[in-house]
């Protein structure tokens, strides 16, 4: 059994900066895929970027590619979504997930069907 929790949202000028953290608790894969999903008001829930514990095959939404970067931390058993250069677009509660790695899924891993856990999320809001 897995449990998720997301920290570190907040409230951040246009072109500041914030490091969300997720922390994993149970039994962790090499080859279990970690992602943060986004939700915005009146917006359907949104891929933002993906990768495997072992830090391969890592995907970026086109909207955030060159500004956020996915990465885990073996030891603390946490993943991190560090933002950089964040836009008012930017602001929506931020979602950590984890597919298990089933072979018998055909989702891709830019649909949030395809993931097994999920956290509470946590609020990011940029603003001026």
């Known amino acids: 059994q897995v449990q998720l929790v997301e920290s570190g949202g907040g409230l951040v000028q246009p072109g500041g900066s914030l490091r969300l953290s997720c922390l994993v608790s149970?039994?962790?894969?090499?080859?279990?895929?970690m992602a943060w999903f986004r939700q915005a008001p009146g917006k359907e829930r949104e891929f933002v970027a993906a990768m495997t514990w072992s830090g391969r095959n890592v995907r970026y939404a086109d909207s955030v590619k060159g500004r956020f970067t996915i990465s885990a931390e073996d030891a603390k058993k946490t993943v991190f979504l560090q933002m950089y250069s964040l836009k008012p677009e930017d602001t929506a509660v931020y979602y950590c997930t984890l597919d298990r790695g089933s072979a018998s899924k055909r989702e891709s891993v830019y649909s949030a069907q395809r993931y097994d856990y999920w956290g509470q999320g946590t609020q990011v809001t940029v603003s001026s």
């Open positions: 149970g039994r962790v894969f090499s080859y279990y895929t």
